[in-house]
């Protein structure tokens, strides 16, 4: 777990993002992130964000980086695919509209959290909107066109919706 949140696009983790980055269940993730905060690798930022330090955070990185790349990769497009699901999944949510509607492109993410209203949902786009941003940023900068437009233009989306709900963007 700690190798692969390495690979974490933005500052801060939950269980959801961690089980897609390990490819695991969301018991395991959350077991995994337990472990880490109880031998002080990580730290609880807000209750269930979890945050690496920043040499803790440049140590993961460079196992990470030690890994297979293929192993690499697949947790980043795990990652991305997590983010772009649960992003449509809240502009949906955000917007009104059915649960119906384009399937995104991707594999949709082994778990992710129950968003039924509009106020959870707003609540999960407010705490991951910086790791949104950095796998936007990230998509693009290595050529990942389809996740950086999803999350960008998903995220342009819901402005109107956090207005309609009351959050200043």
Known sequence: MFRRLGRQLG???????AAALDGTSLAAARRGLDALYDRHLVTESAPGRYVLHDLLRVHAQGLAAA?????CEAATVRLLDYYVHT????????????????????RPPGCSPALARPAEAAAWLAAERVNLQA???YAAITGRRVPAYLIAAALAGVEDAWVIIGIRW
């Open 87 to 106: 992003l449509l999944a809240v502009a949906r949510r955000l917007r009104g509209a059915s649960a119906s509607g384009p399937v995104a492109p991707g």
């Open 67 to 71: 890994d297979d790349p293929a192993v």
């Open 11 to 17: 500052p801060e983790v939950d269980a959801y993002a």
């Open 135 to 137: 796998a936007s940023a």
